[in-house]
Structures are given as C-alpha cells and as structure tokens.
C-alpha cells in the first residue's frame, strides 16, 4: 500500500517539479508569518462546520470542491495539505485529506509531521502571496461512501459487527465538556450510546522532528485495546470531524479495511434532543 504521508525530503522535489499542489490549513497569521513556498492558505478545511443532511452534504461538496480547484487541483497534480505540527491543530490537515478523499481526488497526502517537520529539516520558507492557477475539479459521487450521516450512525449503534469510536479528548468523553470550543458549547454533554474511545492523541508519538502517526503496528496496538482489528468496519466520530480525520489517515495507514466518518459528530448529534446519548461517567456501571 502506498503511503499517505509524505516526509519534507520527499515534497521538496514534488514541489520543485510542479507536480503537487501544496496546501497550508493553518490560521491567516500563520501562514502569512511564513510558509511552504507555493502553498494556498485554506484555513475553512478546519473551520467550516457540516451537518450530515442531504443539504448539509452538498453545500460541503460544492464548497470545497470549488475552493480545491480555485487552488490548483486538476486531478492531476498531487495534493499535499499541512497543518503546524500533527498534534496541534486537531487533525486539520487530515481534515483536509478525508475532505479530498471523500470528494474522490485521485491522488492525496499529508506532510507528515506538519510544518514543524518541515522547519526541522531546514526546507525552505516563503512570505510571499501566493496565486494559484485555477482548475477545474470534478467530483467523484462514489467516493462519498467513507462519509456517515445521523441514518448511518443510528444504525451503528445497532450493529454488532461494527466498533464506534469516540476519538474526542478525555473532558468531552467523560461528559465534564460539549466540545473544544468551551463546557457548554452544545447543548448536551455525553457520548453516543456503545461507543468506545481512544483519545486521538493516542496515535502518534513524539519524535526529532516533532508529533507523528504511530507505526501500523503500534497503531494496531492500540485499536486492540477497544476489539477493533483490520476487519472490523469502524465508525469515527469527534466534534467535527477534524480529530476522526486524524485516526482516520492513522487507521487506513495501518491497514485498517472499513472505515468511514461521522462528520457531523458530536457538533450535530448533541443538538437534536431525539437522539440518544450516554450521559454521567463512562465507568461508573
């Protein structure tokens, strides 16, 4: 399997040949302050927030679709997308990847180890504006199949044969905190009803050159630890996506077959009082 991240000794050369289209996920300020050379700022990948209604779905696609090809992306070129380090920005640039890979672009990776990596190795750095070529970017609707809507998780919580994973920080999982954004941010604080949990950060260790994915194995490791095994079909959920996004790429690098997002996670499902939650501590019986 050919691997979705991309080390800063290998997007040099990608870059220099023009042959990728290089994305930066971080906030205005940062990116302005210094970047890859060539990189469009699309901070919205970590921003935006989706419901999972078939309104919901095609305002994302439409979005993104139009701002990835107002980026560059011709289907041809790769695309690269970073965040500040892999532990720092709740899995944007991940965001990123699941947001390409469910739009059906051919050809996605993730600078691995994110801008810091890239800092560390002494690569290059840029100030400078940057103004992309336009593209057109054609959707793939088959694609979509990695994408969950409320439908999709309801009928999670019935299968046996599926693992939902709750990959929030530990405040939102013990149901002390709605959300990252503040205690009462959503209406209600818990988990979705048999849901298991490995906080996100649990997959990926520290290195020299900053926070990265943890190998298959150590990956596989830890998704013992709740029965998930490379065939069992896992259901991600966090607040928004971001964080899914980042055990999502940890998963399907680890060989991990069946795996799809509940995008609008907890954002959404904590806001519609019909659907169930667990509430109070997860250990208390």
């Known amino acids: 399997m050919t691997s979705a991240l991309v080390t800063p000794e290998e997007l040099k050369p990608m870059i220099d040949g023009d042959v990728a289209v290089v994305i930066d996920t971080r906030d205005p300020e940062s990116y302005a302050a210094g970047h890859i050379p060539g990189a469009v700022n699309m901070h919205d990948i970590f921003t935006f ?16 679709a139009a701002e990835f090809g107002a980026a560059g992306l011709d289907g041809k070129k790769t695309a690269v997308i970073y965040e500040a380090s892999m532990n720092t920005g709740f899995g944007q640039s991940c965001r990123g990847f699941y947001l390409l890979s469910f739009l059906g672009y051919p050809a996605v990776k993730v600078l691995h180890g994110g801008f810091a990596a890239w800092e560390a190795e002494a690569m290059p750095v ?67 009803p048999g849901a298991v949990w490995i906080e996100w950060y649990r997959m990926m260790k520290p290195t020299a050159l900053g926070s990265m994915l943890k190998s ?19 259901k991600l959920y966090c607040f928004k996506g971001a964080r899914a996004s980042n055990t999502f790429l940890a998963l399907k690098e680890a060989g991990v077959k069946d795996v799809s997002i509940y995008f609008g996670s907890w954002n959404e499902w904590s806001r519609d009082p019909s659907l169930p939650i667990e509430e109070g501590l997860p250990f208390t019986g």
């Open 49 to 64: 927030l989706a419901t999972s209604d078939a309104s919901g779905m095609a305002e994302l696609k439409d979005k993104f």
């Open 126 to 192: 840029s100030t400078e504006a940057v103004a992309p070529v336009p593209a057109g970017f054609d959707i793939d609707e088959e694609a979509a199949s990695i994408m969950m809507d409320v439908e999709d998780m309801k009928a999670a919580i019935e299968d046996d044969g599926a693992v939902i994973l709750d990959v929030r920080d530990i405040d939102e999982w013990i149901a002390a905190s709605s959300s990252p954004y503040g205690v009462d941010f959503c209406p209600r604080k818990g988990r979705i």
């Open 216 to 234: 298959k194995d150590e990956v596989l490791a830890e998704c013992a630890t709740v029965g998930i095994t490379p065939d069992t079909p896992v």
